[in-house]
């Protein structure tokens, strides 16, 4: 059975009810499979589960999709009792903001925040991180669940752990894809068929980079071809966002719009070590 809670008190109520190690997974509604193995992994790790779903106003500019973004609870919660969740917090707006957004104390999500998606996205990290600060202390989680998709949040949020004292550990869940490699998002649903068909260059550059000694200039070709999609950006980094190493492991992410959404995706890659001799070394 799982309860479905929509204010703090009752929260308080249902996680003093559970016993033994609870995972939290914090999502936005909207629940697919994607989420379905972030339910799966919290599940396999703690006694108990709670899945937050809000869509949190703080994390958008106002030129974005948050009016939009689909919001599908009563199927959230028949994909929640399915996996065995036991609470589902959905509050609204005025339930975790109820002193509205001027001059709410925040958490500052410092410089990583302002690289790839905080670039693109002013304020977003900052969004993300005060509400995810805030859903830890309403939930009280030894586990909290991040999808490696949102490759700069896991990080972010690993980050935030550490340097506040959490003491919650985040587990990552590797991106779930569609048959043909897209990843799966809530956002896919606004593709048009022809939008959808662009977007496939995503997946396309991230194997090209794979199999590729240097990713970056792999990724670029493939993305670069597509007239169909509108790149905000395609850059290696290392696996903690910091400089690409010379050579070894390290990770591509992307972001491009095909119309007017926006997608992200990232994968591992390995820049090869260049040889004497290469032109371009
Ligand atoms: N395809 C996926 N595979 C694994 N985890 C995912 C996937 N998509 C989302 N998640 C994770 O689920 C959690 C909630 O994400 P969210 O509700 O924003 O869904 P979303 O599909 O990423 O939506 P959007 O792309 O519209 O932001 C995040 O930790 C996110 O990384
Ligand atoms: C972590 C999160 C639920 C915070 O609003 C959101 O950014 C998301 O769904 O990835
Ligand atoms: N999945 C990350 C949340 C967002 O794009 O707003």
């Given at each position: 059975m799982?309860?479905?809670?929509?204010?703090?008190?009752?929260l308080a109520k249902a996680r003093a009810a559970l016993s033994g190690t609870v995972a939290v997974v914090p999502t936005m509604g909207a629940l697919h499979d994607g989420h379905r193995a972030n339910l799966g992994r919290a599940k396999a790790?703690?006694?108990?589960v709670i899945v937050t779903v809000?869509?949190?106003?703080?994390?958008?500019?106002p030129h974005e999709d948050l009016d939009k973004y689909p919001r599908t609870l009563d199927a959230d919660v028949r994909m929640c009792e399915a996996e065995g969740v036991d609470v589902v917090f959905a509050p609204s707006v005025n339930e975790m903001y109820p002193d509205g957004r001027e001059g709410l104390t925040s958490v500052h999500a410092g410089?990583?925040?302002?690289?790839?998606?905080?670039?693109?996205?002013?304020?977003?990290?900052?969004?993300?991180?005060?509400?995810?600060?805030?859903?830890?202390?309403?939930?009280?989680?030894?586990?909290?669940?991040?999808?490696?998709?949102d490759f700069q949040q896991l990080a972010m949020v690993r980050r935030m752990v550490r340097d506040l004292d959490m003491g919650i550990e985040v587990l990552a869940v590797e991106t779930d894809r569609e048959d043909d490699g897209l990843a799966r998002s809530s956002r896919?649903?606004?593709?048009s068929e022809a939008e959808r068909a662009a977007a496939l260059a995503i997946p396309h550059a991230i194997r090209a980079a794979q199999a590729s000694p240097d990713p970056l200039a792999a990724a670029e070709r493939i993305l670069g071809a597509e007239p169909g999609l509108d790149v905000d950006y395609i850059a290696v980094r290392g696996n903690d966002l910091g400089e690409a190493p010379e050579s070894g492991p390290a990770r591509l992410l992307i972001a491009?719009?095909?119309?007017?959404?926006?997608?992200?995706?990232?994968a591992p890659v390995v820049i090869e070590p260049r040889k004497i001799g290469d032109p371009d070394a």
């Open positions: 799982t309860t479905v809670v929509h204010t703090k008190a009752d790790a703690a006694d108990a809000f869509v949190n106003p703080l994390q958008f500019r410089p990583d925040g302002e690289i790839l998606e905080g670039a693109s996205r002013p304020g977003f990290f900052t969004g993300v991180l005060t509400v995810v600060s805030k859903l830890f202390h309403l939930t009280k989680p030894d586990f909290a669940c991040f999808g490696e998709k896919n649903i606004y593709l491009a719009k095909a119309g007017t959404t926006r997608l992200i995706d990232n």
